[in-house]
């Protein structure tokens, strides 16, 4: 049983794409496989970049919640930015690694088309529903689309994707009420709180830069950790994937 | 979604392009690609299945189902291609003519393009609706829907005896009445007994036991899904009877038996346990509010709520609703979707569809019983064994008409579906005899919906119970016309619970009150489990509120970062806090085991149902399509129990070689014009031609040992000493509940007035308590399995 949660994203710069995905690694496997390098910033944009609290950054936000504790293993300054994230299971003995991209080329291909088909072909009158589709080539996936509003984006939303893809057709019916409530309270949390930090944001903006700017119309774009307000989004998105991963014995 | 191209060839998806470290499965192998991808034509079958919004009822209807509807589609992928390759050949077929006859002479055979001129070939043109007025394609659609509707309409057996204490009564209560009442055996506690008087004189049929010995060791089997292809071997077992009733008692001890260790009550979906008013008289009695009756009084202990999801299905009432004192209340039920009226009993065999034709036996029913139907061996007119034979011939004549229109009657019986003179006799049977002082008046005709099915319909106990104050058992068992016989198969409010017989009850109605404490006692603990037609599940509202805290946990947590440096990649490693997952909150589906069922369907492993002509062709053909979706070297067993000749036969079809798969399901007539000879199909239908070997048989049962040496070199022995050891173990099971309801009959009816102080059939009365006596079955029913 092979589970992968990705969050995709339909950027306004790149089309569909992935932003992270979330595997599991069995306890006989080595995770340093699954690690995925250090992408540079010039191939990606804001919205696309799976950004990971760096050290320095973690020292920063100490202050606003979360409190990291730096590593013995490297100074600070010498450490290269991280590019994944892991998590042990206490129960399953599994590991689960979040990268921005997978690093097995069949996943990252199937992946890549699976995303495609959730913003292009795969549609839904009703988009709170999930979507459910696969193929014997790609995998099976259920997917929940949700929209963030955002006054910076093309037609003022931000289109995003969690999926969750199996290797096995019948794994995915047979957990079907496991995963849609997974994605559906966290799509429902994180539209809840996009909305918080956006009315927050708006009553602190004195500034009229929306009224005498040009520049200030065009599409931006914006990471999800700018749009939740939380340096530690996706540390925080891993820690759920991980948890659903760890519900479907992965 | 599928493509085809002129060469008509697929290839297999999986083994082409995946790699080591992804290898999707799907649910149903098929080969959804062309050969050459380059040329081809797209087609897809697109199904609409209405479902409601919520998640229990896409569970319920598809997702849970989804196997059985891949194949289903598949079935219909194959069809649609073999027809379009025929229609292609015969096209090519006549432009090579036309060709020809330019051009040469000598008429050449058509040919379908090789790989080599596929990029000369053109694109391939159909006529338009050339698909669309197919017979064989109407037909698998017509088959798809009927499936679906009978899958969603079928609840799966849930029989808990590990927990429950009232299933497992029930259970032991079954086994006793099956052993005394089919098999022969007389052990009963019941000193008044006709049969009582006969112990130890015949030995009986040892049919239980030995079906136990056939089916015990094939239960892991038995408990998976027989459509599942990535399995080798597909199994079933397939009561054969024209009584559903004497047949749901048997699909109940077997359930309870081969899910034994499967059926497991988890402490999330357990809503209500210990209920200490189980023996209040007044509550039980003056039961006015049937939503409370449905749910805590179930005869069997596990009782069960259905979701509150409306999918496709017509709300229906339970008739014995109808008992109740308000006939102006014909909504009241909680149930809110079809067939789970049924699943509201407990245990009980649920039968989502109630045939409208069928009907309790009437009092002209068993007056006009003929003992020449009878042809059992070792069997004796005397016995209550004739008279359920008869009563199983005269019922069974009254399915076969609604067997042969193929009606579910669930909802077309709420739509007033069937003849007037069936509908008319169901109206009239319930304003007749036993009925009269029970039934409200029925004011249906107008309110189609809420339509409630006649008391016939929902005729679910044994018909020997003789159930009404003042009719001696005996007289039921000789099959003397009793007024107050058909009358008794409908439960009325009163006798749901055992407590209200202890009053006033003098002479001869003590015997009757015997009888309804035998198949009326209500546990102490009562579960309330919440169910759908495929699956048990726990509350749904906790599982997304735990899933809710879980996020909201997760997001506001203060989170522990710890780097690592792996060369050039740091990785961020952070502990999860939360607890860990709960197993117990998991939905659990049902195995795909039910009870009595109109037609065969070879989507459930454990079944019953009526036979019609065709049964076996039918049996043979599931089998058939097993092994053609499964590997090859694979096996389709199915078991078929004939309860008229107690007969157990084997049905075993092996797998053929690769290139002796029979084409997909289609009519006669098709597959006469495919391409392959008259000889080449016929020898293709011999060499799939199932072994049948007969495992018991009234006539085997004398001899010592006999074996059935399988086709794949595995023998089944049934030997006379592992049905002696099992037969053992029902009798003392049988004891123990006897000597159960013995304490019980002395509990009821104090000392000077108990009905039971003599010794009963083992010689040993002695006081058992409810705890002790199942904690013993218990014991006894693990030896059983070993």
Redesign the interface.
Known sequence: MTFIVTLAHFCEVHGPSMVMCTQAVDSSESPSKYYGSRIPDSQLCESCRLKIPKQMDAQRSDSSGTSPSSSTAASPKEMPDPSTIQTESKTTGSTYVSTQFPTSQHRYSSLRHIIMRIFTIETSSDTNQPLIFGDAKAGYSMALLFKIFDRTARGSERKYSIVVTSDKENDIFANYSLILLNLAKTVDYITTRSVEVTEKAAKNDSTNDVYLRRSAGVPKTKSLVTIMDDQSFFVRLHLLASSLLEELHC | MFSLDPSFESS???S????D???????VK?N??PAYENLSTRFSIGVVIPVGRG??S??EE???N??DI?NLLVTIQEVVTEKLKKTYVSQAHRRNCSYNQHSSSVPKMPKVPSVGNLSSCKKMNFSAYILQTDFDLNQQFHSLVRCILLLVETPRLFVALKESNQALISWASAVAAWLELKDGRFFTADPTSPSSEKVSIKPGLKFLASLFSILLPLRKQILEDPMNRSRNKSVRVVIVTGNPIVSQKLIFILAGLIGYDNYVIRASMEAATDDSSSTDDDTQTSTSDETTRDVTASDYGVSFSPTKVLPISIERKLSSQRSSSDSSTPSISPIGRSGSSLLARGWKVPTKSVPIASSSPTVQGLSNVKAERVSIPLLHKETSYASLQNLSSSYGGGMQPQSALGLSSSWRGAFNFGSFMERWKMNNLASRGGFASTSPPRHDFGSIIDRTPSPATDYDEYPWKGSTPGTPLYKTLSREPSSTFSGGSTPTTSETKFGSYGVGISGPSKLSSFNKLFHSYVAKRKFHVQRTATRLISS?VE??KV??N???A??N??????????G?????????E?A??DDDA??Y?LPPLVGYTEKYLPHFSLMSCIQPGNLETSIFESMSEDVRRMDAGSVSDTYVINLRQREVKLFELRSPAQDEYPQPSMSTNFQRSTPNSKLTNDLQRFKLRPKVSLLFSPFLQGKSRYEQQLSNGSTLSVTTSAVDAFDEKLNLISGLINRFFCTQSKRIHPSGSALYTAEDAKGNCADIDEDTCCDKIRELIRTLLG
Do not use: C
């Open positions: 297999s998806r999986s082409s392009t995946s790699g470290d992804w290898r999707p499965h799907p649910s098929a959804g690609s998640i229990s896409m569970e598809v997702t849970d989804w196997t891949s749904k599982q997304s899933i809710g879980k996020i909201s997760i997001m947590a203060d989170l522990n970062f710890t780097y690592t440096d792996r050039d990649i740091s990785v961020l490693s952070v502990e999860n939360e860990a997952p998991a939905p589906k």
